[in-house]
């Protein structure tokens, strides 16, 4: 029996009962209608069908109708053809979220997610694991920052490369994307210089123990005392520099590469782009927000007071080699 169909039964039942116990002056209709969870208009309306036509004047009028906000079948047909020939590959979710910027498709992705799965175009997620407790974000955007970089073929036909990514760790909103050839102290410095001179200094930023980042001992602990060039233009700014020492540490960075490496790599195949050159206008913050990898809150910039030193800045304090040296690093 279909659940509508069993509700239907147990409400014929329920209204019999407190039908007959108004009958016999057990309750009058205010009382009955209480009990039934309807208006006592409602009560009164019922009993004079089921007067007229007994139980079948009962029965819910809109069962057996199409409902007036049913997708319409060659609508259904059109969504199932797009998604096989233009979007195979795409999550439901990245793909409603193009239906809707695209093609005009009006309803929502609850009935787009179910209707896919039924016809097989796509399968069912599979049941997530038991949560693990993650570490809180801080409380305010700009506090500290997340850098990381991931190697993948992020354009079809070309050898795999990195993308640089800096996010923020409140909001998880992306503040610089780009693609390299291989990640190194140039990446570090250019991707440092966009986000501090738009969105001032951090409090603190977070990355992994990569060469560029960290001279490390054997055993793998971060020697303080021997910093890189990135070490030393943080520790200049006064931008506690936070080592992971596992991939699970940096979880915000490598659930965002997740995202990314499924969604963006479909965006730059859409937009036709097969080289670093035209990338460089596609991949920036808009086109991330765009991909819904932040949270729902507007990031705005430190309240430290020296937001506006730059890199350039805070390197000439030093000897002309060194500023020479961080302003246009050579080495990896």
């Not at 079948?56 to 109708?65: E, I, Q, S, W």
């Not at 992971?244 to 540490?249: E, L, N, V």
Request: hydrophobic share 35%; charged share 30%; net charge positive.
């Amino acid at each position: 029996m279909r659940r509508t169909e069993a509700r239907e039964a147990v409400r014929m039942v329920m209204f019999l009962n407190l039908l007959n116990r108004w009958e016999s002056a057990e309750l009058n209709q205010e009382e009955a209608a209480e009990l039934l969870g309807v208006s006592e208009r409602t009560f009164r309306r019922w009993t004079r069908r089921y007067e007229e036509a007994g139980e079948a004047g009962l029965v819910d009028r809109r069962l057996g109708k199409a409902s007036g906000q049913r997708v319409p079948t060659d609508r259904a047909e059109e969504v199932e053809r797009l998604y096989r020939e233009r979007y195979q590959g795409f999550t439901v979710k990245h793909f409603h979220e193009h239906l809707v910027k695209d093609h005009g498709f009006g309803w929502g992705y609850t009935w787009l997610k179910l209707h896919l799965q039924w016809t097989g175009v796509v399968p069912k997620a599979p049941r997530k694991g038991a949560h693990r407790r993650k570490r809180e974000r801080r409380p305010l955007p700009g506090m500290m920052l997340h850098q990381d970089g991931s190697r993948h073929a992020w354009l079809e036909g070309q050898p795999a490369l990195d993308l640089i990514v800096t996010l923020d760790d409140a909001t998880g909103a992306i503040y610089s994307a780009f693609l390299i050839e291989e990640e190194g102290t140039a990446s570090t410095f250019r991707a440092l210089s966009e986000v501090f001179s738009q969105h001032g200094l951090p409090m603190s930023l977070y990355t992994d123990r990569g060469a560029h980042y960290f001279r490390t001992t054997k055993a793998g602990e971060i020697d303080r005392g021997c910093p890189t060039q990135v070490g030393r233009a943080l520790a200049q700014l006064g931008v506690e520099h936070i080592g992971a020492f596992s991939p699970q540490a940096r979880g915000r960075s490598e659930r965002a590469f997740g995202t990314l490496q499924d969604r963006l790599v479909k965006e730059l195949k859409l937009a036709g782009i097969t080289d670093i050159a035209a990338s460089a206008t596609s991949i920036c913050p808009p086109t991330t927000r765009a991909l819904r990898l932040s949270r729902p809150a507007r990031a705005r910039p430190s309240r430290r007071s020296r937001a506006s030193i730059s890199m350039r800045s805070c390197a000439s304090k030093r000897s002309g080699r060194s500023a020479t040296t961080i302003a246009s690093p050579t080495g990896p």
